[in-house]
């Protein structure tokens, strides 16, 4: 049975480094796409952005420049750094296993994902 | 403002079927049955329902079923039952020129 299990500091003061880690227990580490997807209190679903085992990644681009993703092959870990924090990053933040689906003869690429497995999420609130 | 558009909420009592719609653009839900559904519960993560727009993951009930016209997709949920309030998102490719995943706003469904 696959679990994500994550962590990370939940107390943030604006402009600071937010930084979580997610741990995959069971299952393969390769041939999926390790994603990152929070939710601000009372709000819906926001993907952050994704990582594969080679370090492949892809991300919001509302995001893409305080996104930083990483993976730890040799743990069977990612991480998310967003930098530059401010109020509106208060959520909890989600990792979650993604299956490519869709996949496009044309490009050599899958178009889309579906989240099989999810963490427990992890409330991260920005105050000062 | 989410690229894919779900009312905001539906409601239904126990034994009726209700249908939840998504709605998106031909460049993302029209073009691809890509659309996958998600249950949460207060407090708790979103949970898998119905991958590439109608397919059931092992242990999702066959009250819950998927479908798409044209550019909208959705979940219907037969039988109501107490446990199946929750929220509903569902999520689509975004269509654009990189990779990028969507989700729809979501929609509160009671149980009345």
């Known amino acids: 049975q696959v679990q994500l299990q994550q962590w990370g500091a939940g107390l943030l003061k604006p402009s600071e480094t937010l930084s979580l880690t997610c741990a995959v227990y069971?299952?393969?580490?390769?041939?999926?796409?390790w994603s990152w997807i929070r939710q601000p209190p009372g709000k819906g679903l926001e993907w952050i952005g994704e990582?594969?085992?080679?370090?492949?990644?892809n991300y919001n681009p509302s995001l893409k420049s305080r996104v930083t993703i990483s993976v730890d092959t040799s743990k069977n870990q990612f991480s998310l750094k967003l930098s530059s924090v401010t109020a509106a990053d208060t959520a909890v933040y989600y990792c979650?296993?993604?299956?490519?689906?869709?996949?496009?003869?044309?490009?050599?690429?899958?178009?889309?994902?579906?989240?099989?497995?999810w963490g427990q999420g992890t409330l991260v609130t920005v105050s000062s | 403002q989410s690229a894919l558009t779900q009312p905001a909420s539906v409601s239904g009592s126990p034994g009726q079927s209700i249908t939840i719609s998504c709605t998106g653009t031909?460049?993302?839900?029209?073009?691809?049955?890509?659309v996958s559904w998600y249950q949460q519960h207060p407090g708790k993560a979103p949970k898998l329902m119905i991958y590439?727009?109608?397919k059931r993951p092992s242990g999702v009930s066959n009250r819950f079923s998927g479908s798409k016209s044209g550019n909208t997709a959705s979940l219907t949920i037969s039988g109501l039952q107490a446990e199946d309030e929750a929220d509903y998102y569902c999520?689509?490719?975004?269509?654009?020129?990189?990779?990028?995943?969507?989700f729809g706003g979501g929609t509160k469904l009671t149980v009345l």
């Open positions: 979650a296993r993604g299956i490519p689906n869709g996949y496009d003869i044309l490009t050599g690429y899958y178009k889309s994902r579906y989240f099989d497995y």
């Open positions: 069971g299952g393969s580490f390769s041939g999926y796409y």
């Open positions: 990582i594969n085992h080679s370090g492949s990644t």
């Open positions: 031909s460049s993302d839900v029209g073009s691809y049955n890509l």
């Open positions: 590439e727009g109608s």
């Open positions: 999520c689509s490719y975004a269509g654009s020129s990189t990779f990028e995943v969507v």
